[in-house]
T-cell receptor, first 111, second 111 residues
Framework: EPEVTQTPSHQVTQMGQEVILRCVPI?????FYWYRQILGQKVEFLVS????????KSEIFDDQFSVERPDGSNFTLKIRSTKLEDSAMYFC?????????FGPGTRLTVT | GQQLNQSPQSMFIQEGEDVSMNCTSS?????WLWYKQDPGEGPVLLIA?????ELTSNGRLTAQFGITRKDSFLNISASIPSDVGIYFC???????????FGTGTRLKVLA
């Protein structure tokens, strides 16, 4: 069964460093998402991507964040200068018509 | 912004019991999704609902899209230990690509 994959599973970085989180969505899906989940809290929407551009973003998704779909299969989230409060699980998701499927997540730890 | 409130926040039940949880909003939603999340993993899609009043089952799980379109319900029949986890509702409304997540219901099953 097709699934969303994410790498790495765990990323540790120092405050101020740039990180890139990678995702391979389900191949025939057209809508792609990044969500964040701080430990013990609910899943928060960051950004949606459709037709090679951002379709919607939350107030969390400020200028430090960017997304790309560089080669038609990968979908990346870049955080330019990480802060301590960026520590969280980051989930990629993709959607066909209505059903949205999540990847296993990347745990980002900023020290 | 839009908010989804789930209740109960957590519940302990005996193995074999039926479970009910719900998700409510002050706004109208067009699609409801129900997810289960195990610790350290991504949310797994359980059931998707597309029409007001719709009742959909997936094994021992049954979910309903409320008639007012402002709520949804999830029932689990004859609970088993592997039902332990956090259950999230997620809703999408007209004019948006994103899904908003509820606050979650943590289910603990006593064998």
């Amino acid at each position: 069964e097709p699934e969303v994959t994410q790498t790495p599973s765990h990323q540790v970085t120092q405050m101020g460093q740039e990180v890139i989180l990678r995702c391979v969505p389900i191949s025939n899906h057209l809508y792609f998402y990044w969500y964040r989940q701080i430990l013990g809290q609910k899943v928060e929407f960051l950004v949606s991507f459709y037709n090679n551009e951002i379709s919607e973003k939350s107030e969390i998704f400020d200028d430090q964040f960017s997304v790309e779909r560089p080669d038609g299969s990968n979908f990346t989230l870049k955080i330019r200068s990480t802060k301590l409060e960026d520590s969280a699980m980051y989930f990629c998701a993709s959607r066909d018509r209505y059903e949205q499927y999540f990847g296993p997540g990347t745990r980002l730890t900023v020290t | 912004g839009q908010q989804l409130n789930q209740s109960p926040q957590s519940m302990f039940i005996q193995e074999g019991e039926d479970v009910s949880m719900n998700c409510t909003s002050s706004s109208i939603f067009n699609t409801w999704l129900w997810y289960k999340q195990d610790p350290g993993e991504g949310p797994v899609l359980l059931i998707a609902l597309y029409k007001a009043g719709e009742l959909t089952s997936n094994g021992r799980l049954t979910a309903q899209f409320g008639i007012t379109r402002k709520d949804s319900f999830l029932n689990i029949s004859a609970s088993i230990p592997s039902d332990v986890g956090i259950y999230f509702c997620a809703g999408s409304y007209s004019g948006t690509y994103k899904y908003i997540f509820g606050t979650g219901t943590r289910l603990k099953v006593l064998a």
